[in-house]
């Protein structure tokens, strides 16, 4: 097919050009005398991305999933019980992690398209009168369901019950792009990956840690062997990794750093509201509506688009793959076939979500989903010619 493949899944996203062309490289030493300047020019700019100053980043080669491992294993000795909300398949995907690690999870079952409950959440808490849950498990935004949920809100309950439980965020699909208040939220580990707010291939792990974290490292008993912070924490001190880093894209990463901090993180927040606003009112206008079930839920990063009753979601999919060159998220488990969903998430603009929403059109029409052509583009594009464009620069 001639022209450009348009990606639109919720991650990996588009790398941008600049990030290609910085790692685009010969490797190098990663022992040498000058590598640490690398080291730290990552390490310390990572926290400014989730509005903390106290937070210590660590960044492995591997994917978001496994630093659901990194946080667990660091942070809580063998049998720990934990609370968790499950409304989605990566909620589903973080407790199972846990389980599979030997620990306890205590589930909150919430509707997919629901966000996290914490009213739900302080009750279950106020029920431990012994104290003896050591976390909390929270996925910020729902990559299936393009649900966020309030994570102050959550902490504002695990407060009224003053829980000393630990906070662990999964913040893949919403760090580097929507807000996140590390500090502000105590949230004790920050979970992300390279390949979606950060707009790079994936192939990093990035988790935060607060300082509570920190001090307990060395007090942890549960087995850890690649994803122990301890020796890592210790190389990174001196500017070096205890194995070989993922040198290409630690380049890319410093480039991307770059990238967000230069624009600001509150105008990349604004700008991801801006454009998924124009996704959902595109959504409103075919007469289709959202996975998430009420606004406050809305996702500014990936729209789940359920499709009328006795249309496949799947069918949609594929034809947009196949005759438009465009590639939709898919429905997870139980909403298999029954949503696609659209990433706008990381390095997109107007114009490349107007190219998506054509070909979500396209194949909607394809598919036997009776819609109007140019609806849906025409009403996003409205509210983006409303709205104060991208400033020219
Ligand atoms: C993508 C994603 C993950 C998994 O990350 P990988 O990098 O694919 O391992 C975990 N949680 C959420 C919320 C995600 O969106």
């Known amino acids: 097919m001639t022209g450009r493949h348009h990606l639109f899944i ?24 000058t590598f640490p300047a690398l080291t730290r020019s990552i390490l310390g700019r990572l926290p400014a991305i989730v509005g903390s100053t106290a937070a210590t980043p660590f960044v492995f080669p591997a994917s978001g999933s496994a630093m659901w491992e990194a946080a667990l294993v660091n942070t809580l000795n063998p049998g720990a019980r934990l ?40 009750a279950a808490l106020r029920e431990d009168t012994e104290r003896n849950i050591e976390g909390v498990l929270l996925v910020h935004n729902e990559t299936a369901t393009g649900v966020t949920s309030d994570v102050a ?6 407060d009224r019950e003053d829980h000393p439980a630990l906070l662990f965020v999964d913040g893949v699909s919403s760090i580097a792009s929507l807000a996140f208040a590390m500090d502000a939220w105590r949230v004790d580990c920050a979970i992300t990956g390279s390949q979606k707010g950060f707009m790079l291939p994936a192939g990093l792990g990035i988790l935060y840690c607060s300082p509570r974290v920190m001090q307990r490292l060395d007090s942890v008993t549960t087995p850890r062997a690649y994803f122990d912070l301890r ?6 001190e001196q500017g070096f990794f205890p194995s070989t880093p993922a040198l290409s894209l630690l380049w890319g990463l410093d480039e991307a750093l770059t990238m967000l901090l230069d624009e600001g993180m509150e105008q990349v927040v604004a700008r991801h509201a801006r454009l998924a606003e124009g996704v959902r009112r595109a959504v409103h206008a075919w007469g289709l509506s959202l996975c998430a079930t009420r606004k ?98």
């Open 10 to 33: 919720p991650g990996p996203t588009n790398v941008p050009d600049r990030l290609l062309r910085a790692m685009h490289r010969a490797q190098e030493d990663h022992r040498s005398a």
């Open 83 to 122: 609370l968790a909300v499950r409304f989605g398949q990566f909620s589903h995907l973080f407790i199972q992690t846990a389980r599979n690690l030997g620990y306890h999870v205590d589930v909150i079952e919430v509707p997919w398209g629901e966000g996290a409950s914490p009213e739900l959440i302080e």
């Open 153 to 158: 809100a959550v902490r504002a309950a695990m």
């Open 231 to 236: 020796p890592m924490r210790a190389n990174n």
């Open 296 to 393: 406050e839920w809305y996702s500014n990063t990936v729209s789940a688009v359920v499709v009328p009753e006795g249309a496949d979601a799947r069918a949609v999919i594929q034809v947009a793959f196949d005759r438009w060159n465009l590639a939709l998220g898919s429905g997870l488990t139980q909403l298999a076939g029954k949503v696609f969903r659209i990433g706008h998430m990381g390095d997109v603009n107007e114009l490349m979500l107007a190219g998506a929403l054509t070909g979500v059109e396209l194949a909607l029409q394809d598919s036997g989903v009776a819609v109007t052509p140019g609806s849906g583009v025409a009403a996003a594009s409205s509210w983006w010619r409303e709205t104060t464009p991208r400033q020219l620069t």
